[in-house]
């Protein structure tokens, strides 16, 4: 059975960090562009950042660029997020996602792949 599955996330005080995890089971990432994706109550789900299979390319939105980094660590089968710097506009929940084909700039655009995780909360409030 193909699972990916988000941790990490939580409640944080504005400014503050948090770093998501994706760990694929059942299949490997290495053959996948993976993304992570945000949908906040009552809104679309959006691209956040999605990074090519070997991590040589990187996709962010432009409310995103400069405080989050995304990173793979085929060995472990994990892409990361790092999210500094938090808004309480940054409140949503966070998805990853799998792509096995295409440009990662048409994944987070398009918002567009294969396997999808269930989401993990991420709550910015003073």
């Known amino acids: 059975q193909l699972q990916l599955v988000e941790s990490g996330g939580g409640l944080v005080q504005p400014g503050g960090s948090l770093r998501l995890s994706c760990t694929a089971s059942g299949f490997t990432l290495d053959y996948y562009n993976i993304g992570w994706f945000r949908q906040a109550p009552g809104k679309e789900r959006d691209g956040v950042s999605c990074?090519?299979?070997?991590?040589?390319?990187?996709n962010y939105a432009d409310s995103v660029k400069g405080r989050f980094t995304i990173s793979r660590d085929n060995a472990k089968n994990t892409v990361y997020l790092q999210m500094n710097s938090l808004k309480p506009e940054d409140t949503a929940i966070y998805y990853c996602?799998?792509?096995?084909?295409?440009?990662?700039?048409?994944?987070?655009?398009?918002?567009?792949?294969?396997?999808w995780g269930q989401g993990t909360q991420v709550t910015v409030s003073s």
């Open positions: 990074i090519s299979r070997s991590g040589g390319s990187t």
């Open positions: 996602a799998a792509a096995p084909i295409g440009t990662v700039q048409a994944m987070c655009v398009n918002v567009r792949a294969s396997y």
